[in-house]
T-cell receptor, first 112, second 115 residues
Framework: GENVEQHPSTLSVQEGDSAVIKCTYS??????FPWYKQELGKGPQLIID?????GEKKDQRIAVTLNKTAKHFSLHITETQPEDSAVYFC???????????FGPGTRLSVLP | EPEVTQTPSHQVTQMGQEVILRCVPI?????FYWYRQILGQKVEFLVS????????KSEIFDDQFSVERPDGSNFTLKIRSTKLEDSAMYFC?????????????FGPGTRLLVL
């Protein structure tokens, strides 16, 4: 089955710096890759997603890149702010399947 | 903005007791999911539900678990005889129908503690 790895497990950056979180997946059939942000005491909230027919997607300060050949995708947050502090999860999904396979999460701390 | 809601937010139960976790998915959504997250671990898929039946389930979702949509708004997860290892945060999620509509919207979760 699909296995999703995520690095780093924790990341501290200074406010205004960029943060990059990387995920790898094992099943080349996976074709949908969402990123979720989970704040303390809340459920995961989708922040950006990408499909396998696209190499990059950007939404304001957040971007995701996908390398299908290497089976990895990355989340890039620019100009980080303290409110970006949270746990970030990547996930992968195969076509015709229902479930997301999540990575173990990255705890991002943005220091003022 | 529509949200997935879950009740209760916290539940404490004794081992061997039955628990029912409740979810109200977003109203026009047709796919429903349960995930769990053991403390400090990754979010794990339990089950998906569409058209009043289970469409997919993981190996975690054994005979102790069941799901139901008892009316037009609620979606429930029942654990028949809870075990210590069932202690986790349980998330409900939902999404619209449609092949390209992949986004799953998550509720705030129910924290279950089995003593």
């Amino acid at each position: 089955g699909e296995n999703v790895e995520q690095h780093p497990s924790t990341l501290s950056v200074q406010e205004g710096d960029s943060a990059v979180i990387k995920c790898t997946y094992s099943d080349s059939a996976s074709n949908y890759f969402p990123w979720y942000k989970q704040e303390l005491g809340k459920g995961p909230q989708l922040i950006i997603d990408i499909r396998s027919n696209v190499g990059e997607k950007k939404d304001q300060r957040i971007a995701v890149t996908l390398n299908k050949t290497a089976k990895h995708f990355s989340l890039h947050i620019t100009e980080t702010q303290p409110e970006d502090s949270a746990v970030y999860f990547c996930a992968a999904k195969k076509p015709y399947g229902q479930n997301f396979v999540f990575g173990p999460g990255t705890r991002l701390s943005v220091l003022p | 903005e529509p949200e997935v809601t879950q009740t209760p937010s916290h539940q404490v139960t004794q081992m061997g007791q039955e628990v029912i976790l409740r979810c109200v998915p977003i109203s026009n959504h047709l796919y429903f999911y349960w995930y769990r997250q053991i403390l400090g671990q990754k979010v794990e898929f339990l089950v998906s539900f569409y058209n009043n039946e289970i469409s997919e389930k993981s190996e975690i979702f054994d005979d102790q678990f069941s799901v139901e949509r008892p009316d037009g708004s609620n979606f429930t997860l029942k654990i028949r005889s809870t075990k210590l290892e069932d202690s986790a945060m349980y998330f409900c999620a939902s999404r619209v129908a449609g092949g390209l509509q992949e986004t799953q919207y998550f509720g705030p979760g129910t924290r279950l503690l089995v003593l």
